[in-house]
C-alpha cells in the first residue's frame, strides 16, 4: 500500500531558511492539489516560498538546478507523469528522478521530490491531497525538504560548499 510506513515530521520553525517550489503545469488538478499541499507544509513550518512553474515535469531537474546556484536551502519539485502507451513515461520518470537527484547532490541542496508517477489519473488524484485523496504529498515533499535542509544547515562546513 503506498504511504505505509511513512516518516511523520512534526513541523517545526523553518523560518531561516530560503525555499522555492517548482511545480510542473500538465495535469492542473492534481498539480493544484500538490501545490496546496506544499504551501500548507509551509506555512506548518513558518516558511514563505516563491512557487515557479516549469512547463513540465521533464524540465523541473534545470529549474531546480538554477534556484540552486542561487542559494535556496531547499528546492521542493511537484510533477506528475502518468502511464501511457508508449515508452515516454519510463522517460520522463527516469529523467526527473535522475536530474532532480543531480540537483541536491551536485549543490548540495534539499531537494523535495513530490514527482508522482502513476498508472492512471485516478491513482494521481489519490495522492494529490485533494478533498478525498488518501495521500498528500506535496506536503510531504515539502516536509521532507524542510528537514534535509535543517539536517545539511547542522553539518556546516563538513558539507561540501556550493
Do not use: N
Not at 517550489?21 to 516560498?49: C, F, K, N, P, Y
Not at 494529490?128 to 488518501?134: V, Y
Amino acid at each position: 500500500m503506498s504511504g505505509a510506513g511513512a516518516a511523520v515530521v512534526e513541523p517545526f520553525d523553518a523560518s531561516g531558511l530560503r525555499v522555492a517550489v517548482v511545480a510542473a503545469s500538465w495535469h492542473t488538478v492534481v498539480m493544484d492539489g500538490l501545490i496546496a499541499g506544499a504551501q500548507r507544509a509551509l506555512a506548518d513550518h513558518s516558511v514563505e516560498a516563491e512557487v515557479i512553474r516549469a512547463p513540465g515535469t521533464f524540465e523541473l531537474p534545470v529549474v531546480a538546478a538554477a534556484l540552486a546556484r542561487q542559494g535556496y536551502d531547499a528546492v521542493v519539485a511537484l510533477g506528475v507523469v502518468i502511464r501511457g502507451g508508449t515508452p515516454h513515461f519510463e522517460y520522463v520518470c527516469s529523467a526527473a528522478t535522475d536530474g532532480l537527484t543531480r540537483v541536491a547532490v551536485d549543490h548540495a541542496v534539499a531537494v523535495g521530490f513530490g514527482v508522482l508517477t502513476c498508472d492512471t489519473e485516478e491513482q494521481a488524484l489519490d495522492r494529490a491531497g485533494l478533498e478525498g485523496s488518501s495521500e498528500d504529498k506535496g506536503y510531504e515533499a515539502t516536509a521532507a525538504a524542510l528537514a534535509t535542509a535543517r539536517v545539511v544547515a547542522g553539518l556546516g562546513s563538513t558539507w561540501p560548499e556550493r
